[in-house]
């Protein structure tokens, strides 16, 4: 498991009130069973911030790598029908490689979240036509290719790719300084 996210579950009831297991209980009452409502829950009636809501999402419904052993799985499965758009993951990845410092990936279900210290970047092969990099740079202007993302989230910008030619100098230039401001 993460160090990250290790620390997180170890920290769960001094910062939320609950443990890991306490939280299953209280969200399989509620009959949830979507992460975004379970974030949307545990942020609305319990005041849980949304890394610690969204990472008690993930190990209640199991979607993440750590909970599943299986990483390589999550990135086969992301792209089964879109196996053209993988190519846009492994130029993004091979850019990052060539910075410099350590960065983890950590495959969720349906996107791959990578990180130093914190997230900076997730890939997410959207649609069979479109590839997306949520990005994590708030207080950033919207610019260029970045497009602003819906507010309170982890991403605070996204781009939209449907050519891989469109992996340019401005998105690796964006992709950097989110790299650089995690880390």
Same mark, same amino acid.
């Given at each position: 498991? +993460?160090?990250?996210?290790?620390?997180?579950?170890?920290?769960?009831?001094?910062?939320t009130?609950?443990?890991?297991?306490e939280? %299953?209980?209280?969200? /399989?009452?509620?009959?949830i069973?979507k992460?975004?409502?379970?974030? %949307?829950?545990?942020k609305?009636?319990?005041n849980?911030?949304?890394g610690?809501?969204?990472e008690?999402?993930?190990k209640?419904?199991?979607?993440?790598? +750590?909970?599943?052993? +299986? /990483?390589? /799985?999550?990135?086969?499965?992301q792209?089964? @029908?879109?196996e053209?758009?993988?190519?846009?993951?492994?130029k993004?990845?091979?850019?990052i490689?060539?910075?410099?410092?350590?960065?983890?990936i950590?495959?969720?279900?349906?996107?791959?979240?990578?990180?130093?210290k914190?997230?900076?970047?997730?890939?997410n092969?959207?649609? %069979?036509?479109?590839?997306?990099i949520?990005f994590?740079?708030? @207080?950033?202007?919207?610019?260029? %290719?970045?497009?602003a993302?819906?507010?309170?989230?982890i991403?605070?910008h996204?781009?939209?790719l449907?050519?891989?030619?469109e992996?340019?100098?401005?998105?690796?230039?964006?992709?950097?300084m989110a790299?650089?401001?995690?880390?």
């Amino acid at each position: 498991m +993460d160090k990250t996210v290790q620390k997180m579950i170890e920290n769960l009831k001094e910062k939320t009130g609950h443990s890991l297991d306490e939280w %299953k209980n209280i969200i /399989a009452k509620q009959n949830i069973v979507k992460h975004g409502e379970i974030v %949307k829950f545990l942020k609305e009636s319990h005041n849980v911030t949304h890394g610690y809501a969204s990472e008690i999402a993930l190990k209640v419904l199991g979607s993440d790598a +750590d909970s599943s052993n +299986d /990483a390589t /799985a999550f990135i086969e499965a992301q792209y089964k @029908g879109k196996e053209h758009l993988k190519p846009f993951y492994d130029k993004i990845l091979a850019e990052i490689e060539q910075f410099e410092g350590d960065f983890k990936i950590d495959p969720k279900k349906t996107y791959v979240s990578l990180k130093r210290k914190k997230q900076f970047i997730i890939l997410n092969p959207a649609s %069979k036509t479109r590839f997306e990099i949520g990005f994590n740079l708030k @207080g950033v202007d919207q610019k260029g %290719k970045l497009e602003a993302e819906k507010p309170n989230g982890i991403c605070s910008h996204k781009v939209n790719l449907s050519d891989l030619s469109e992996i340019d100098q401005e998105v690796i230039n964006w992709i950097k300084m989110a790299f650089e401001n995690a880390g």
